[in-house]
């Protein structure tokens, strides 16, 4: 098959990339010598978590129209590859560490309220005392509405399933193509356009995650970071 762009790398974004490309009629090829989430996109956590509201800027906006299409864009993607990409808008609880954080956090649904446009509220509640609540030292958490997950392994599954069928291929190897490319290699690849162009391009970042069985899978996810 012959491709209108070729995309290099498979995990989430240049998945979501080849996906954009097909689902508006491209013809595309995906190469990744090691196959779909084989890097960190293999992972666990797919927490996909706004920004702090206050000092608002061009790169916060452009993440809230991204976490406000997410809901939509994984329905697609779900109901043309027919694979559950594990996505859920749930919310987000954290604890509130002290007056300080208090009264940060209730700046911030100020700020909320004025940069979010009503697509999501970061509200500061009382603590009910129940179990499945992260421990407040005040007694305060918040509550974020924007926040949502998706499972990585599952999404990059789904992503290949809708990719095929809009007829992309995703392969090991490929032979040269004169056409649009994008590279998406993840930080082996900046690692390599930083030694070709002489200048950082980035880098990787270690991180961690622990798999658990929660008996709470409908309630918001805890984070134990300070806000």
Partial sequence: MTSDVT?????LFGLGVAWACASRGARVRVVDPAGPGAGASGGLVGALAPHAPENWSAAKAFQLDALC???GFWAEVARIGG???GYASCGRL???ADDAALARNRDRAVAAAAHWRGQGAWQVIRATGAAWEPKSPTGWLVHDTLTGRVSPRAACAALVAAIRARRGEI??????SDGPQVWATGWRGLERLSVETGCPMGGGEKG????LAPRFSARPPRFSARP
């Fill in 7 to 11: 995309i290099f790398g498979a995990g």
């Fill in 69 to 71: 299409m997410a809901e």
């Fill in 83 to 85: 694979i559950d990409p």
């Fill in 94 to 96: 954290q604890p509130v």
């Fill in 171 to 176: 392969v090991t190897e490929a032979p040269a």
């Fill in 208 to 211: 961690q995650a622990l798999r």
